[in-house]
């Protein structure tokens, strides 16, 4: 019966970690189902690869970022 009466009843005192934690992530869902729904479309564009790739150019793109 004790444990029953328990259940209904919010505690008088609530911890720091859970007043801070588990409220931050209620409102962590919500915001996120609305960033869901505010989200549009991603635009994909299909790129076809070129025929033959000029090693000369590979080689310099990649001394370039090596150099970065």
Do not use: N, Q
Request: proline share 7%.
């Amino acid at each position: 019966m004790e444990e029953e009466g328990k259940k209904g009843k919010k505690p008088g005192i609530v911890s720091p970690f859970k007043r801070v934690f588990l409220k931050g992530e209620k409102s962590r869902d919500k915001k996120a189902h609305e960033k869901v729904t505010e989200r549009r479309p991603l635009h994909t564009v299909v790129l076809s690869l070129p025929e033959r790739v000029e090693p000369d150019r590979l080689l310099s793109d990649y001394i370039e970022k090596e150099v970065k």
